[in-house]
């Protein structure tokens, strides 16, 4: 049975990683969370111990160790701007740890992470699970049967509306989040180098504490992007009653994503089991693509922009 710990378990995505760790037959023995608002850890891990200060929680890991139940994976669902402390947490302790994207943020904390994992024999891996999704898998399949040569037309819209709250929260400070573009759209940017190949060309359009836009290259994919948290720039064909949209067409095609893309985080652990997962060097590219998002000049007349540009400017 595998044993783990959890870093963030009163966190909007800690029950995906709660419902992964049961379905892959292991067992949580400790949690922490500044905030205490955890009761679903009960429809899971009710014996699991939890722990409001990081001493105790770092105390208690240390004495599961010493006393011959070590942790073997340490499931982190901080804020981003912790995740590299706690990964660190976790290899020192012994244990590999299973971390929410985006893994940092900024690209040379990758490189003292990978010196940590050099110095403890232990892994880092990354949930990035747009990768194990059945329609990426085709896309991804299929750009690869195709001509090696062609480049395709892809837009990627995605609008998921937030209140005021998300500003006042870690969320809405860059140096915190890392801004929109990593906060919401790094697994979009991983996928399309996962499908297309490695990126060759990045344009930042717009950038906003509440929507970012741009032009992507790749090496056989020409992007439009767009994303936002501002539920008046949903495009108008949205349903009233529907407060997100995700578009990602490729040659005027849509790929439906949707169903299915909350189960893959327990599909992501079982990876991770078998002996695959994420590491460092696959996460690298998409780290440094939005890095460079966050700091690049505006150069709105250079490449094509996304169609639902236009609204977020005019607002």
Known sequence: MTNYALIGAAGYIAPRHLKAMKETGGTLHA???????????????PDAAFFTEFEQFDAHVHDLRTHGTGIDYVGICSPNYLHKSHMGFALRAGADAICEK???LDPSDIDHLAALEKETGKRIHSILQLRLHHSIIALKEKIAAGPKD???DVDLGYFTSRGSWYHASWKGF????????????????DMLSFVFGPMKENIVHHRGTD?????????????RWVLSINRDHLPAHTPADQSTHRSITVEGEEIEFSGGFTDLHTASYQNVLDGGGYGLDVVRPSIELVS???TAAIEPNRGEQHPDIKKIIAG
Do not use: C, W
Not at 179 to 188: K, S
Not at 214 to 222: D, I, M, N, S, W
């Open 31 to 45: 949690a922490y969370d500044i905030n205490d608002s955890v009761g679903i850890m009960d429809s899971h891990f």
């Open 102 to 104: 985006p893994l940092v």
């Open 150 to 152: 062609k480049i395709y």
């Open 174 to 189: 860059d140096q915190k989040s890392g801004g929109i573009a990593t906060n919401i759209g790094v697994h979009f940017y």
């Open 211 to 223: 929507a970012a836009a741009g032009y992507l290259e790749f090496a056989q994919a020409r992007v």
């Open 292 to 294: 460079h998002i966050r």
